[in-house]
């Protein structure tokens, strides 16, 4: 089974990229790979629980992302850098995600198959 890991890096909510990325991913889990998702930077925001995105006119990512078990997708990694900048704790997430060092990512990152997404 190909390994494939989607790295988030961009705000929720500035584009579309966000959403494209995870949907990218789940299409990938509905194809067999084995999944992936690493949020960085201020990809970190769209893991925040109780978002609600109606006043832009958009979905809202959290709903999204609440659906990525049904597509096994449950290895989620968050850069504990970014959340400890941005003064987030796991128990802010929507889902959980595994908190990983800049040298942990590196690894998750060398394990894989494919890499979608910023790489730095």
Same mark, same amino acid.
């Given at each position: 089974?190909?390994?494939?890991?989607?790295?988030?890096?961009?705000?929720?909510? =500035?584009?579309?990229?966000?959403?494209?990325?995870?949907?990218? $991913? +789940?299409?990938?889990?509905?194809?067999?790979?084995?999944? @992936?998702?690493?949020?960085?930077?201020?990809?970190?925001?769209?893991?925040?629980?109780?978002?609600?995105?109606? @006043?832009?006119? =958009? =979905?809202?990512?959290?709903? /999204?992302?609440?659906?990525?078990?049904?597509?096994? /997708?449950?290895?989620?990694?968050?850069? $504990?850098? @970014?959340m400890r900048e941005r003064d987030l704790e796991v128990s802010n997430l929507v889902l959980e995600a595994e908190p990983v060092s800049t040298e942990?990512?590196?690894?998750?990152?060398?394990?894989?198959?494919?890499? +979608?997404?910023?790489?730095?």
């Amino acid at each position: 089974m190909k390994k494939l890991l989607a790295i988030v890096g961009d705000t929720p909510y =500035r584009d579309t990229h966000t959403f494209e990325t995870i949907e990218a $991913a +789940m299409v990938g889990a509905v194809f067999d790979f084995s999944i @992936s998702i690493l949020f960085i930077d201020d990809g970190v925001w769209a893991l925040l629980d109780g978002q609600d995105a109606q @006043s832009l006119g =958009r =979905r809202t990512i959290g709903k /999204v992302i609440s659906a990525l078990p049904d597509y096994e /997708v449950s290895d989620l990694y968050v850069c $504990a850098d @970014s959340m400890r900048e941005r003064d987030l704790e796991v128990s802010n997430l929507v889902l959980e995600a595994e908190p990983v060092s800049t040298e942990d990512q590196q690894s998750l990152i060398g394990e894989q198959d494919i890499v +979608m997404g910023p790489l730095g």
